[in-house]
């Protein structure tokens, strides 16, 4: 079994295109989304549309979900900007996406199983994201500990670690949005880089692995688009994988 996990697209049509096309030589069965499709001052009427067309199984991320829960003066700057592209229609879809994907020894999910803004492997620490306390995430995955993998966003950040009892967690990174513009706190974490990151999770002879894939793509456009759209922070970001 080959499955090829995406997450946190951000409208960053120009991303999600190089993955899809990269994943197309990979021999995968199936692909699976984790959340936050369209949130960013990109394409995101042309993001979802894409996704829309290929029809790929998607849980639904904290922006999905503000799509239609949040009033325009609670939402992100770039969160408008996605709302205000997208039809009513468009954002009840988004919005009924489901929480979480059961694909039996696999668990999906955007957050954690019972929280889709709260980080499954990272977490805040002297001003920089850390990876979490091993009780830490015991503690959110919760029952979903005894699944044999959980897929989870969203950092953002790549990773695949063994939780407890064996329970294999991974985190494929961002499709669209290397680092977090709009969040002071993220100037001061890790370095990164603008590349579009997913990830195929493959199970042989019983055991899985996975494979944390990076790729090239023109991000310098995606930066001018996000400039000539008004968001300067995030054509900074794109173009270097750092929040300002």
Same mark, same amino acid.
């Given at each position: 079994?080959?499955?090829?996990?995406?997450?946190?697209?951000?409208?960053?049509?120009?991303?999600?295109?190089?993955? !899809? @096309?990269?994943?197309? =030589?990979?021999?995968? &069965?199936?692909?699976?989304? *984790?959340?936050?499709?369209?949130? /960013?001052? +990109?394409?995101?009427?042309?993001?979802?549309?894409?996704?829309?067309?290929?029809?790929?199984?998607?849980?639904?991320?904290?922006?999905?979900?503000?799509?239609?829960?949040?009033?325009?003066?609670?939402?992100?700057?770039?969160?408008?900007?996605?709302?205000?592209?997208?039809?009513?229609?468009?954002?009840?879809?988004?919005?009924?996406?489901?929480?979480?994907?059961?694909?039996?020894?696999? !668990? @999906?999910?955007?957050? =954690?199983?019972?929280? &889709?803004?709260?980080?499954? *492997?990272?977490?805040?620490?002297? /001003?920089? +994201?850390?990876?979490?306390?091993?009780?830490?995430?015991?503690?959110?995955?919760?029952?979903?500990?005894?699944?044999?993998?959980?897929?989870?966003?969203?950092?953002?950040?790549?990773?695949?670690?063994?939780?407890?009892?064996?329970?294999?967690?991974?985190?494929?990174?961002?499709?669209?949005?290397?680092?977090?513009?709009?969040?002071?706190?993220?100037?001061?974490?890790?370095?990164?880089?603008?590349?579009?990151?997913?990830?195929?999770?493959?199970?042989?002879?019983?055991?899985?692995?996975?494979?944390?894939?990076?790729?090239?793509?023109?991000?310098?456009?995606?930066?001018?688009?996000?400039?000539?759209?008004?968001?300067?922070?995030?054509?900074?970001?794109?173009?270097?994988?750092?929040?300002?």
């Amino acid at each position: 079994m080959r499955l090829a996990v995406i997450s946190d697209i951000h409208g960053n049509l120009l991303a999600l295109e190089a993955v !899809l @096309a990269d994943i197309t =030589t990979r021999g995968v &069965d199936d692909t699976i989304n *984790l959340g936050d499709w369209v949130a /960013g001052p +990109l394409w995101p009427r042309e993001t979802f549309e894409l996704l829309a067309e290929l029809g790929i199984p998607s849980v639904r991320g904290n922006h999905d979900r503000w799509a239609v829960d949040r009033p325009d003066d609670a939402m992100p700057p770039a969160g408008r900007f996605a709302r205000n592209a997208l039809t009513a229609a468009q954002c009840e879809t988004l919005h009924a996406r489901p929480e979480t994907i059961d694909l039996g020894d696999i !668990l @999906a999910c955007h957050g =954690t199983p019972t929280d &889709d803004m709260q980080n499954l *492997l990272e977490e805040p620490a002297e /001003g920089r +994201l850390a990876p979490a306390p091993r009780e830490t995430v015991a503690a959110r995955l919760g029952p979903a500990a005894s699944r044999q993998v959980v897929l989870c966003g969203p950092s953002h950040r790549q990773a695949l670690v063994t939780g407890p009892d064996g329970c294999i967690v991974l985190n494929p990174g961002s499709v669209g949005c290397p680092a977090f513009a709009d969040l002071p706190a993220a100037a001061n974490w890790e370095h990164r880089s603008p590349h579009a990151r997913y990830a195929i999770l493959t199970r042989r002879n019983g055991k899985w692995s996975a494979d944390l894939i990076a790729l090239d793509y023109d991000w310098d456009r995606a930066a001018q688009r996000a400039a000539e759209a008004g968001f300067p922070k995030w054509a900074t970001m794109l173009a270097t994988g750092a929040a300002p």
